[in-house]
């Protein structure tokens, strides 16, 4: 942390260096021990450990005769730009595909479609590319199926009553009747699916990601239909299951 002396601000260095020294450190840690550490003048430190404490952004902790951070920390971080959902679940996305070598991707629900937010494609010759904004009616994909089978009654019986089916390929839904079959399924298996329903050759499953209990997107797999195989449509299952559950305790 010790920072070059030909610095242009070299109070402001030493300043920054003691807050990242007292926040990386596992107890607070005293003057004697700061001093040794960093290597700021004995006078210097006395007066911008002051300086730091008077404005709130360290505190003395007397049980350990040492210092830890101050509220004002707690200040700045609240005023700080949270990374957004997509920035968010960029990571478990590559994860996710690089474990499968297939394309993943996260979307979220608006109004009658959902919408990718992240996607993370395959490096394999035939894949499909899911792109960032593009958008897709919930009757006709996987992720859109898991969103319906979200809903409560009464908001299902309304999205029905108004729907319109639009077919985007040969095997795109178009019985409410059919439809209502999926949902129950994806009620009672956690898993929806959607084969060739939207792009002529892909099949996707998807599942259900949820904080507290809510429902923050769906995140799915998207593979050309010649590779979905039975058995690796187990192994998309469990590996989908296992992140779902992963994003849910982290993306808290």
Avoid: W
């Avoid at 840690?29 to 007066?47: K, N, Q, T, V, Y």
């Avoid at 959902?114 to 009757?139: D, H």
């Avoid at 009620?187 to 998807?206: C, L, M, P, V």
């Amino acid at each position: 942390m010790k920072r070059n002396d030909t610095s242009a601000v070299k109070s402001l260095d030493r300043g920054l260096d003691i807050l990242e020294y007292v926040a990386a450190a596992e107890r607070s840690p005293s003057f004697p021990r700061l001093l040794a550490d960093l290597g700021i003048p004995r006078s210097s430190l006395f007066h911008l450990l002051n300086n730091l404490e008077a404005r709130g952004f360290i505190a003395r902790d007397a049980k350990a005769d040492g210092y830890h951070l101050g509220p004002s920390i707690a200040g700045l971080l609240k005023a700080a730009p949270h990374p957004s959902l997509r920035d968010r679940v960029g990571p478990f996305l590559r994860q996710l595909s690089s474990e499968l070598n297939e394309t993943c991707g996260f979307y979220v629900h608006d109004g009658d479609t959902v919408e990718v937010i992240g996607s993370s494609i395959s490096t394999q010759a035939l894949s499909f590319t899911m792109k960032i904004g593009a958008r897709a009616p919930l009757y006709a994909v996987s992720a859109g199926k898991i969103v319906l089978a979200e809903l409560g009654g009464e908001e299902l019986k309304r999205y029905l009553a108004g729907l319109v089916f639009t077919p985007a390929t040969p095997q795109t839904i178009r019985s409410k009747t059919r439809l209502r079959q999926e949902i129950e399924s994806v009620r009672e298996t956690g898993f929806a699916y959607s084969h060739d329903e939207f792009t002529q050759g892909i099949t996707a499953i998807a599942v259900a990601v949820r904080r507290k209990g809510i429902l923050i997107g769906a995140l799915n797999v998207a593979v050309p239909s010649v590779r979905f195989t039975p058995d690796r449509d187990a192994e998309f299952r469990e590996a989908l299951r296992v992140m779902a559950r992963v994003m849910a305790d982290e993306l808290d």
